[in-house]
């Protein structure tokens, strides 16, 4: 009986090609998307899933209320961790490591004096033994004991690789010297594997912390004995015992921070434990290997999925309930000849089946292709190989069946319920369009419509988003400037001997040596003490290194005060607006000749500059002070002269020679600051890219199944469009009352799906500190678009039914 199923769904198969072939590319469409979002959203959520008793396991985070702001970081005081060890109770394990700096040069010494140099090294931590309790590495030689010893390493099996090369013996590894940043001896004393799993604990090279504390310059930079401040470089992670909650332990954080600190009426500094499970999830606190995901918007890819599936299914609905015609007689027959309802229901289930399986195998051999497409913002460790992941092979016979009994069931029981009498008369579409089974098909297309609509709309709104973020005024100039930091800690004072050099290259307009551009990924941020009189107000600053050229290089304005002057010692200070209003100022000037306290001296507020944007425009603008301190001058910014991007190319070329003269054992790598700050909106954009893909599938599998219907009516009014055209109905006419129905469906998904993604866009924009408006013209452009479309959908079928021989259509029954 099977067998007798399957042959006859693959004879209607290939009888009905045009039909069929829709049918299976609606269907693939519908499935690669949900096949590429469920490895998207299932590789997200599967990070750190494999820690044992990681649910006791958490991460120490800190929450800082100052005047008019608040602060998140995921770092902790640098004496947390001792103070931790001494005096918290219902604890198991207390692990602290300090994330060592990003580019680090590493220098492997061989036996024969010549040295191997890694410039930019990352992945690198200074930590001890606690910290290998609690992640789960295989030691392949040596021993978490040793790194309570100062000046040992281990490495994990692939960057060993990497140093040493491959040896079939990891022990062979183990007393190798390895020298970071020309200034760090240390010792390989123990190899581990390499974690296979998806983790955010991506690091490679774990330094033992004793060499921080027997270091003293590694000492003050950590700052092992400063509980005022709070690094997100200083990382702390626990295990709680069984049995313990975590509000327990949050009390006795209080209790800590209570003993150590000295408290301030003007502010509020609490630590508290993060779950392990919501380290990759959320963006309040950073991430160790800034790759943290968007559950809302894992959420809304979801959605997606199901929204295209959906769209799958219902046309497949309403292009078989379309062939219906053409399968009435052979219904009629088979009933005939004793065939029961169960087993026509069966036979259309086994098309229906037929159809999806070979639509998945489609979709199986495109979800490389599509995942290449969309390679930019996929996670680059993400790969589809179905054989070997059981859980992709489930999920796609999960799809299978469900595809196929949403799609495949109703069409079956409305084929199967046709009346062998009324159907061998030719009468099975006898009456009006105003059936019960013709208002689910309108219902279906209406849903088609609406989801497509709302995809459209929200495209335009993601995109005019992206636009206003990049042509915003961000209170400085972005164009024509190029910067590329120095290795300043290696060599102090080339830097200077590059600047005067840089002088002479005549397409440059300006040039400053300071600190990074107005606005860039990562600024640091320091707790500083304000002074007005006797008043003292600590709050935590972004705190940015700038000299006499960096204001007038990047055009940037002042409120009140001045800039610097040319000098070598930190005398001045330099602060935004939002400082100023944040100490209680409502008139900038106000604040200048006021003082910051800095290591016991106090330092003036020269000038205060017009607020502008130091990160995207996601987050608000907060307290900024720029400082004069030729210590830290380890970025240059270049503005060129106005030209072409030949010109700019050739002053590049004089620099980079300049570069290779001055620092010849370092590449030169430049970038330009106009596409540094359109990369803070790639996820933006790349969301952008991804709801035009699916509002294009959204689309075209939506007039898939318009066409059905208007394929479904025209069968049943063929006699009457006949008799119109005898009686002197034009073409126009007969498109135009053919149409009607159908644009009033169009326009009644207009209304339903207004609202629909005004919530949702709504909701979205909250997520931008500054915003674009959610214009009227916005869904008037979407409904029009869908509009059109529909309409030149429609006429591919009204037209052509309308310009038919009526002779034909009213000659026989």
Known sequence: ????????????????????????????????????????????LSFDKFHKDGDRIYRVVSDMRFPGQDFKNSGVPAPLPDAARKELTGVETVAAFHLFNYDVKVNIPSARGKAAEYKKEDNIIFTDDNYFKLIPYKWLAGSPEVMTQPYKLVLTKSRAEKYFGKTSDPSKWVGQPVHFNDTIITTVAGIVNDLEETTDFTFREFISLATAHNN????????FT??????????????????????????????IRKKNTKPSPDTDVKHRLQPLSDIHFNGD???????????????????????????????????TTAQAAQRAKEIGIRKTMGGSKKQLVLQFLSETFLT???ATMLSVAITPGILEIFSDFIPAELSFQPFQEPRVIMFLVLLVVLVGILSGFYPALVLSRFRPVTVLKNQAFAGTAKTRSFWIRKTFTVSQFVIAQVFIMATIVVSKQVSFSLNKELGFKKDAIVYFSIPWREHPDKGRVLH??????????????AGTPPASPSTGSQTMKFMDGNKEIESTVEVKNADSNYFRLYQMKLAA?????????????????????SMGFKDPAEIVGKFIKRNDKLVPIVGVLRDFHTKSTHVPIKPLAFSMNKHNNAVFSIALQPGTGESWQSTLKQVEALWKQTYPEHDFDYKFFDESIAAFYDSERNMARLLMWATGLAIFISCLGLLGLVIYTTHQRVKEIGIRKVLGASVAQIVSLLSTDFVKLVLLAFVLAVPLTWLGMYKWLENFAYRTDLSWWIFLLGGGIMLIIAVITLSIQTIRSAMANPADNLRTE
């Open 1 to 44: 009986m099977l067998k007798s199923y399957i042959t006859v769904a693959w004879r209607n198969f290939w009888k009905n090609k045009v039909f069929s072939l829709i049918n299976l590319l609606g269907l693939a469409i519908g499935i690669s998307a949900a096949l590429v979002i469920y490895l998207i959203v299932s590789h997200d």
């Open 216 to 223: 003293k310059g590694l000492s003050e930079s950590f700052g």
């Open 226 to 255: 400063e509980w005022g401040s709070i690094n997100s470089s200083s990382q702390l992670m626990v295990k709680l015992a069984k049995g313990t909650k975590p509000d327990q332990v949050n009390r006795q954080f209080a209790s």
């Open 285 to 319: 606190y950073d991430n160790f290997d800034q790759r943290q995901a968007h559950l809302p918007t894992l959420y809304g890819l979801s959605l997606v999925a199901v929204f295209l599936l959906m769209l799958g299914c219902i046309n497949f609905i309403n292009l």
């Open 356 to 358: 999806t399986l070979l």
């Open 500 to 513: 005067q050099q840089l002088q002479s290259v005549p397409g440059i307009q300006m040039i400053s040596l």
């Open 561 to 581: 005060g001045r800039t610097f002057v040319l000098s070598d010692t930190e005398t001045e200070y330099v602060v935004n607006e939002t400082f100023a209003r």
